[in-house]
């Protein structure tokens, strides 16, 4: 039913920038909350940015500075602005969303397929 689509990724030299953007598509009542998420090779996936309603944004400690998370509520849609990317950044992002889909009041998690993002020295 619900749909994520991540795009944007790319490969980028060091210092450059990239922008990922997720769509949300299908029948549902509304949005809780999304975010991005990225695993390197042989690490766990962790969180890189979240954003929920009205509340500030919240970043991991390794993008603070650097990435900036928005979204467009109108579109369903988020985005993830990376400036001075770093080869350390270089990973597969993944778009989440907690979505009220046929209860107004249970949000429930999503994911996309993933972005490349991969930063050359």
């Known amino acids: 039913q619900v749909q994520l689509v991540e795009s944007g990724g790319g490969l980028v030299q060091a210092g450059g920038s990239l922008r990922l953007s997720c769509v949300a598509s299908?029948?549902?009542?509304?949005?809780?909350?999304m975010g991005w998420y990225r695993q390197a090779p042989g690490k766990q996936r962790d969180l890189v940015a979240t954003?929920?309603?009205?509340?500030?944004?919240n970043y991991a400690d390794s993008v603070k500075g650097r990435f900036t998370i928005s979204m467009d509520n109108a579109k369903n849609t988020v985005y993830l602005q990376m400036d001075s990317l770093e080869p350390e950044d270089t990973a597969v992002y993944y778009c989440?969303?907690?979505?009220?889909?046929?209860?107004?009041?249970?949000?429930?998690?999503?994911w996309g397929q993933g972005t490349q993002v991969t930063v050359s020295s």
């Open positions: 989440n969303a907690n979505i009220y889909i046929t209860n107004p009041y249970i949000s429930s998690s999503h």
């Open positions: 299908g029948g549902f009542f509304g949005i809780e909350a």
């Open positions: 954003i929920r309603n009205i509340e500030r944004a």
